[in-house]
């Protein structure tokens, strides 16, 4: 599985009304860190791309030399954590250089993501957005429900989580470690915190069904976004550190230890022994 993201901490900006945003820097790198470690996302570390406070056209370039040096992408993942507008009905994201008078100019929309993905077509998009504002995603839905592709045999399936509403605010630690979000997404990766245990991968719209429920107790007036359209097979995002396998043990349930982790993979080969020990006890 050919599987490829391209993470965007926006964390400098050099106009005037953009305040720097130093959790951006440590969202972005968890990010990355995430989803290129083999034994979580697998990701494709020399075709991926991270970058820290890029241009507008940087951003523009990259999208670029993804595209072509890489076709037939099983997986493709966007992230981004900075400053976010809507504007005319666009959901715009600021990189280092934009102006927020001519947003339309030196931001990045999201509907031109939207039309590279209707071209390349990878077979699962997910697309995680931690700004303010960034539930406008929806506005530009309408870039990328193709009527003329949906039901067709092999439908791209595209996943999006949005930090916040569209009039709402994205909040970040005072320490600067982070976006509530997307802190609370790597961890869920990473497993940290445990989503489920009875499938071997996790999706974003699972994911972003559970931060729905988890931010808002954490974040008072912020309300992630889950939006996803898969017509046909299952939506990949990252390996589920917490899948037991065929047989299921509550050691993991009550112990908070991912499966897949060094400790977890000691308990699951000594798992008859522990429990013929507990048995007997």
Request: charged share 20%.
């Amino acid at each position: 599985m050919k599987k490829i993201c391209l993470i965007i901490g926006s964390k400098e900006y050099q106009h005037k009304n953009l305040s720097n945003l130093p959790g951006c820097e440590a969202d972005a790198n968890n990010m990355f860190q995430a989803l290129t470690d083999p034994l979580l996302g697998g990701y494709d570390k020399g075709n991926s791309c991270l970058l820290i406070s890029p241009t507008l056209e940087k951003v523009r370039d990259t999208f670029d030399e993804i595209f072509q040096r890489n076709t037939e992408i099983d997986v493709f993942t966007v992230s981004f954590s900075g400053h976010g507008g809507v504007k005319t009905g666009n959901l715009f994201l600021c990189m280092k250089n934009t102006v927020t008078e001519r947003l339309s100019t030196t931001a990045f929309p999201l509907s031109s993501l939207f039309t590279m993905l209707n071209e390349v077509a990878p077979k699962q998009t997910n697309i995680i957005i931690d700004a303010c504002e960034s539930g406008g995603v929806v506005f530009d839905l309408r870039n990328i429900i193709n009527p003329e592709l949906l039901g067709a045999k092999d439908t791209p399936g595209v996943s999006i989580l949005a930090s916040a509403a569209s009039d709402q605010s994205a909040k970040e630690y005072p320490d600067g470690s982070g976006g509530y979000a997307t802190r609370a997404l790597v961890e869920c990766l990473t497993g940290k915190i445990r989503v489920q245990s009875n499938r071997p991968y996790l999706n974003l719209v699972e994911l972003g069904t559970f931060l729905s429920k988890v931010i808002p107790e954490a974040v008072d007036g912020q309300n992630p976004v889950v939006w996803g359209l898969n017509l046909f097979g299952d939506a990949f995002l990252t390996n589920n550190p917490h899948f037991e396998g065929e047989e299921l043990s509550y050691s993991y349930h009550l112990a908070q230890i991912p499966a897949s982790s060094e400790t977890g993979i000691v308990i699951q080969k000594e798992a008859r022994v522990l429990w013929d020990i507990y048995q007997n006890l």
